[in-house]
C-alpha cells in the first residue's frame, strides 16, 4: 500500500497541506453517522437504547451554533495556517520503506499517550483557574449532553493548543509519515467519539479491556460534572489524581 501511495500521489502526500485536509475532511465525515442518528432520534430505538443521556438530544440550533463555531475557527486559524504551512514549509520527503504493523500501532499509541498527558495538564489547569476556564474553555461547556458536532465547539486557544500537539508529538516521536496520517485519523474518531453522547458496544472503552480507556460514557461525565474525568482518551491519570469518575457517578448527583 506505501509504494502505491509513494509512487502513485507522491505531490498530494509530500504537500504540507496534506494532513490539515485529512484531519478535517476525517472529521467530518466521522461525524456524519452520529450527526444521522441524533437526527432520527427516537425513530430509531435499535440505536436510540444506547444514547447516554435519552430525551437530551441537541436541537437545531445548538448544532446550527456547533457548526458556527467551527466554522468560524477553520476560516479564522485553520485557514491561515494551512496557507502558512502551504507558503513556508518545504514539501516533505517520502521515505522509501513502509512501518511495520507493530511500529504503526506503537506510534499511534505512543501519540495517544502523549497527548493524553498534555492535555490532561492542560484541562485540569483550566477548570481549576477561573480566569482560564472562563476566557479559553468555557465554550467547550455550552452543553451538557455532548453530541459529535460539539467536538470542535472550543475556543480558539484551545483549537491552537491541540492542534500544535497532535502536529509536533509525531516529530519528537519520530513516527513514520503513515504513522502520523494514521495517528491523525484516529484522533479525530476517538475525540468524536468522546463527545457522540452514545454508549455503542463497539464504543472505544469497550472494546479496550480493563478500564484502561474512558471513552465516551466517561466524557459525558466531564460534561455533566466538569470536576472529573480530566483526561480526554484514557484513565490512568484521572485514577491517580482522584478526578475519576464512572458513568453512575453522575446519575446519581
Ligand atoms: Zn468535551
Ligand atoms: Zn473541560
Redesign the pocket.
Known amino acids: 500500500m506505501w509504494d502505491y501511495l509513494r509512487l502513485n500521489h507522491s505531490e498530494t502526500l509530500r504537500s504540507p497541506l496534506f494532513p490539515v485536509i485529512l484531519t478535517v475532511a476525517s472529521y467530518f465525515v466521522l461525524c456524519i453517522p452520529y450527526l444521522v442518528c441524533d437526527i432520527l432520534g427516537k425513530k430509531w430505538p435499535a440505536i436510540y437504547r444506547y444514547k447516554l443521556q435519552p430525551d437530551k438530544l441537541p436541537t437545531t440550533a445548538m448544532l446550527i451554533h456547533c457548526s458556527g463555531v467551527t466554522l468560524y475557527n477553520h476560516i479564522l486559524l485553520v485557514f491561515p495556517a494551512a496557507v502558512a504551512q502551504w507558503l513556508w514549509r518545504p514539501p516533505v520527503p517520502l521515505p522509501e520503506r513502509a512501518p511495520t504493523l507493530l511500529e504503526l500501532a506503537g506510534g499511534v499509541t505512543g501519540n495517544l499517550l502523549l497527548f493524553d498527558f498534555q492535555y490532561f495538564i492542560w484541562h485540569f489547569l483550566h477548570h481549576k483557574i477561573r480566569w482560564l476556564y472562563v476566557t479559553f474553555h468555557a465554550i ?1 461547556h455550552n452543553y451538557s449532553a ?1 453530541f459529535a458536532l ?2 470542535q465547539c472550543l475556543g480558539g486557544w484551545e483549537l491552537v493548543t491541540v492542534g500544535f500537539w497532535t502536529t509536533i508529538n509525531p516529530v519528537l516521536l519520530r513516527c513514520h509519515l503513515l504513522t502520523t496520517w494514521m495517528f491523525m485519523v484516529v484522533h479525530v474518531y476517538v475525540s468524536v467519539e ?2 457522540c453522547g452514545y454508549d455503542f458496544p463497539w464504543s472505544t472503552s469497550r472494546l479496550i479491556p480493563f478500564g484502561v480507556y474512558g471513552g465516551p460514557s466517561k ?1 459525558d461525565v ?2 455533566q460534572k466538569p470536576n472529573t474525568n480530566f483526561a480526554p482518551h484514557f484513565s490512568h491519570w484521572d485514577k491517580l489524581f482522584g478526578t475519576h469518575a464512572d458513568f453512575s457517578y453522575a446519575k446519581t448527583q
Open positions: 467547550h455532548p460539539a467536538t468522546d463527545h466524557h466531564h460534561h
